[in-house]
């Protein structure tokens, strides 16, 4: 048994047993997780939105929306799999006392299934993207579908393998199987890794394209204190895992980087747009009103 399993049982079965996974919350540190999760969800249908609106990708990095995809899921399977007990609780317990505790992995799960419309409607618009028509560029697009969907691919074949190792493991030893929760804090830290470089080539890209393009700002600007709040929520309230966590406190710190960046290319933008247009104005203005004009 893991030492780090939240029960001292390897396979618990009774009611004592279970209540003690359970973490107790007051009503409203219960209605602080509900409002996070809610509004972790709601923050990504601004930008599917945008992205089907415009049927555009410009401006977005497909290796975000890659590392992006990885951590998600990496994140989600680390919750799901430490939190097994807590789910179970459920069935002794009852639902209205595990529920509290199972907040952050319903978050996790969601905030996976909400992003992954993303790389879908990437792979769907990767063609109708602002360019030229040259062979150049004609070649250069084919060769970016290519590493999408290998890239895909990869995505959907750590899904099955982490999800059939998972099962097999608990099948035979059990919710606190060490092979499955060593797996599980495995996946917590890539989540780490993937947070750390998943912003770095957006970042670029927004840097090069000096815009937000097909970003939605709205998405980072709820993202952004909406994780300050869920890693306190997460730290001090629902005692996550550090490996739980560190995902979270990287990806905040990198939000807040990129929504700075394209707010300032923006409020720029449209401080140049002003300018322009007034001195248009300027332009097709007489020095002089038409009554003092020289006969």
């Not at 009611?15 to 602080?32: A, G, K, T």
């Not at 459920?90 to 905030?111: R, T």
């Not at 990869?154 to 092979?179: A, K, P, W």
Request: aromatic share 16%.
């Amino acid at each position: 048994m893991s030492d780090d399993c939240p029960t001292s049982f390897l396979n618990p079965n009774t009611h004592h047993e279970y209540d003690m996974v359970l973490v107790n919350m007051s009503d409203f540190s219960i209605f602080l997780g509900i409002a996070v999760t809610l509004g972790s969800l709601i923050s990504f249908v601004p930008q599917v939105m945008k992205i089907y609106k415009k049927r555009s990708i410009l401006g977005i990095n497909f290796f975000w929306v890659f590392f992006y995809t990885s951590q998600q899921f990496c994140r989600a399977s680390n919750t799901v799999i430490l939190n097994l007990p807590r789910f179970l609780a459920c069935s002794q317990v009852g639902f209205k006392k595990c529920f509290p505790s199972l907040i952050v992995s319903i978050q996790m799960v969601g905030l996976y299934v909400m992003f992954f419309g993303v790389p879908l409607l990437y792979i769907l618009f990767s063609n109708d993207y602002e360019g030229s028509n040259s062979t150049l560029d004609i070649k250069k697009r084919r060769k970016n579908q290519r590493i999408i969907k290998v890239l895909y691919i990869l995505i959907m074949c750590y899904t099955i393998s982490v999800v059939g190792i998972s099962c097999f493991s608990i099948s035979f030893q059990g919710i606190c199987s060490n092979i499955a929760r060593n797996l599980a804090r495995v996946l917590g830290y890539f989540s780490g890794f993937f947070v750390l470089f998943q912003w770095l080539p957006q970042i670029y890209s927004t840097y090069k394209f000096k815009g937000s393009g097909s970003i939605s700002i709205i998405t980072l600007a709820i993202q952004a204190p909406g994780g300050i709040i869920n890693l306190i929520f997460m730290i001090f309230i629902s005692k996550e895992q550090f490996s739980t966590w560190i995902s979270i406190f990287i990806n905040t710190s990198q939000t807040l980087i990129l929504l700075c960046m394209l707010l300032y290319y923006n409020f720029k933008s449209k401080f140049k747009k002003i300018l322009e247009k007034k001195k248009k104005v300027n332009d097709h203005t007489p020095l002089l009103s038409p009554e003092y004009t020289v006969q």
